[in-house]
């Protein structure tokens, strides 16, 4: 370790106390893992409370079939990788799980689209943030973001199914104002 820096150690139990000299024994257990830089790995697993969202368990397939199992973007086809996005979140008031407010992404254009990098135009255009646009970096930036922009997205064949236009509006607008 460098000088000042300091690694806690827990958890510690306190075994022995000499209660005369005000000191504490501490036993620090069994060694943990050392990983190859010598920091300490702890492998130890916790249970976390989560809310789990009973509809996406229908929203995902219904969303996915209307889509082909595509990417609305750049039209991967690994169901796997692909998620059913919703156009206006689940805590809006008009984010209904249904397929008018879900559009199939793979996993980084999700990611992309929820942190306003990417938006949906309601002419079904994507429109990329202008700092990504001159941003210089990889491939997946160049062929994955960067290139998406002013392309149109895949729309499902039945017209019931097709992405809102008022909610595109309404999330274009969220995009825009965040850019």
Do not use: W
């Not at 370790?1 to 501490?26: K, N, S």
């Not at 990417?71 to 692909?82: F, I, K, M, Q, T």
């Amino acid at each position: 370790m460098a000088r000042g820096v300091y690694q806690a150690l827990y958890p510690v139990y306190l075994v022995q106390e000499d209660r005369e000299r005000h000191e504490f024994a501490v036993d620090l257990g069994a060694e943990p893992p050392v990983a190859a830089d010598g920091a300490a790995v702890d492998r130890r697993y916790a249970r976390r409370l989560t809310l789990h969202r009973l509809h996406q368990a229908i929203f995902r397939p219904k969303v996915l079939r209307a889509y082909e199992s595509r990417c609305a973007l750049c039209r991967l086809r690994h169901a796997p990788l692909l998620d059913a996005a919703h156009i206006l979140p689940d805590h809006h008031r008009r984010g209904e799980p249904v397929v008018p407010n879900g559009l199939a992404m793979c996993k980084i254009h999700h990611a992309a689209y929820d942190a306003n990098i990417i938006g949906i135009r309601p002419d079904r255009v994507v429109e990329v943030r202008e700092d990504i646009l001159i941003e210089i970096d990889g491939p997946m930036l160049r062929h994955g973001l960067q290139a998406m922009h002013e392309s149109a997205i895949f729309v499902p064949r039945s017209h019931r199914d097709r992405p809102d236009p008022t909610r595109l509006e309404e999330r274009y607008a969220e995009f825009r104002a965040a850019a």
